[in-house]
Nanobody
Framework: QVQLVESGGGLVQAGGSLRLSCAASGSIFGVSAMGWHRQAPGKQRELVAAKPSLGDTNYADSVKGRFTISRDNAKNTVDLQMNSLKPEDTAVYYC??????????WGKGTLVTVSS
């Protein structure tokens, strides 16, 4: 089991920045990738950014150049730096972790609201 706890959401004006953090605990040795998804009202959950232990970092096209994901394996954390925020970035942001065995774990989410 992997437990994930997000922090850092809130209200920000368009053009502003926020940094989300996710702390993982539990069976961390089995985690192969960590990342962030988001779900806006009335929409499906979508990938924002993912950082695998092996391979390239992935970003959604809509956030490339504005968001940066970073992972600290020593601290078991994954952060998402969000710059130049837009109202369409408003969503609940979820941290997730995938194990080498294919299990996926999710945090409870943190709300990001971008006002125009």
């Amino acid at each position: 089991q992997v437990q994930l706890v997000e922090s850092g959401g809130g209200l920000v004006q368009a053009g502003g920045s926020l940094r989300l953090s996710c702390a993982a605990s539990g069976s961390i040795f089995g985690v192969s990738a960590m990342g962030w998804h988001r779900q806006a009202p009335g929409k499906q959950r979508e990938l924002v950014a993912a950082k695998p232990s092996l391979g390239d970092t992935n970003y959604a096209d809509s956030v490339k150049g504005r968001f940066t994901i970073s992972r600290d394996n020593a601290k078991n954390t994954v952060d998402l730096q969000m710059n130049s925020l837009k109202p369409e970035d408003t969503a609940v942001y979820y941290c997730n972790a995938r194990t080498w065995g294919g299990m996926v774990y999710w945090g409870k989410g943190t709300l990001v609201t971008v006002s125009s």
